[in-house]
């Protein structure tokens, strides 16, 4: 597994505790409506009624179609948003910057969603590779994102880096984690950008 990430490049302006810093629940959205209607377009056309979705960084809200999903298990930092979700089945807290490894069974899923919050991944090599494992055989990841971050919690590769090199990145770590780009979204739905990338277990 590649490391994708030099140390200058995982390091970020407030290296304090991730979990002190999203204590306080956020209960608003980290995009405009343009971008999340959009997002859950995306999401209406890759994934299936009865999926089983593993939503990764998730919140209070997880832009999900109003379909009947098998299980819907919700991964954060604030035990208020994820209570707050309606969308989720379960839930769990942890921080995947401490601890990449996840509390879930191999082939447990057929859709993983990372909405808005890959830019704060210090080790998204290992966070990716977690994905692989959890998939069912060719599940799919979506990860989506636009210009918007907490700049002292975003790491130095994503904050220097224009959109295409995002997107570059996020294509790294697809690749780190042993999955394959499939396809790549980029659109401005309204005042935000929107990217989501696409990639399938192999």
């Known amino acids: 597994m590649a490391s994708v990430l030099t140390s200058l490049g995982r390091s970020r302006r407030d290296e304090g505790d991730d979990g002190a810093f999203y204590d306080s629940p956020r209960f608003v959205t980290h995009a405009d409506d343009g971008f999340i209607e959009k997002l859950t377009i995306i999401y209406a056309s890759v994934l299936s009624p009865g999926d089983r979705i593993f939503d990764c960084m998730s919140s209070w809200v997880s832009h999900l179609p109003d379909e009947d999903y098998g299980r819907t298990v919700g991964h954060g ?10 969308a989720l089945d379960e839930w769990f807290v942890q921080d995947l910057n401490h601890e990449q490894s996840l509390p879930l069974d191999d082939d447990a899923f057929d859709a993983v969603l990372c909405a808005l919050s890959v830019q704060y991944l210090q080790y998204p090599g290992a966070v990716f590779s977690e994905f692989d494992r959890i998939l069912a055989p060719q599940g799919r990841v979506v990860i989506s994102f636009t210009n918007r971050m907490f700049p002292t919690k975003a790491v130095r590769a994503w904050r220097v880096a224009d959109m295409d090199e995002r997107t570059t990145l996020v294509e790294a770590y697809c690749d780190a984690g042993g999955l394959t780009v499939t396809e790549t979204i980029t659109a401005q739905p309204e005042n935000d950008p929107l990217v989501a990338v696409i990639a399938q277990q192999e």
């Open 77 to 86: 930092l604030n035990e208020a948003e994820l209570t707050a979700n309606d």
